[in-house]
């Protein structure tokens, strides 16, 4: 059974920082790629960033561009999310995801995590 497990996430003040990290486990477990993913209290879950194993392509939501930064390591399974600048609207629950053999853009992802809360406080 694959698992994806965040952490990291918290309170922080507007123009505050948090680092968010994400581990994948299971038996036979490999993925092409992996992303975040966010949801807000009303609002539909949305795309964050995610990254390609391969060619270590990323991709970013055009709101978190020069923000946000998505980096990991394949043979460990674990991605991160690095957050700085962050704004009270970047405030929602924090996803980690993986695609087994699709690319980072391909939605929807394969395997999900539970989420991380993420506040931002103006």
């Known amino acids: 059974q694959v698992q994806l497990v965040e952490s990291g996430g918290g309170l922080v003040q507007a123009g505050g920082s948090l680092r968010l990290s994400c581990a994948a486990s299971?038996?036979?477990?490999?993925?092409?790629?992996m992303g975040w993913f966010r949801q807000a209290p009303g609002k539909e879950r949305e795309f964050v960033a995610g990254i390609n194993w391969s060619g270590g392509s990323t991709y970013y939501a055009n709101s978190v561009k020069g923000r946000f930064t998505i980096s990991g390591d394949n043979a460990k399974n674990t991605v991160y999310l690095q957050m700085n600048s962050l704004k009270p609207e970047d405030t929602a629950v924090y996803h980690c995801?993986?695609?087994?053999?699709?690319?980072?853009?391909?939605?929807?992802?394969?395997?999900w995590g539970q989420g991380t809360q993420v506040t931002v406080s103006s």
């Open positions: 995801a993986a695609n087994r053999y699709r690319g980072a853009t391909m939605v929807p992802y394969d395997y």
């Open positions: 299971g038996r036979t477990f490999s993925s092409y790629a």
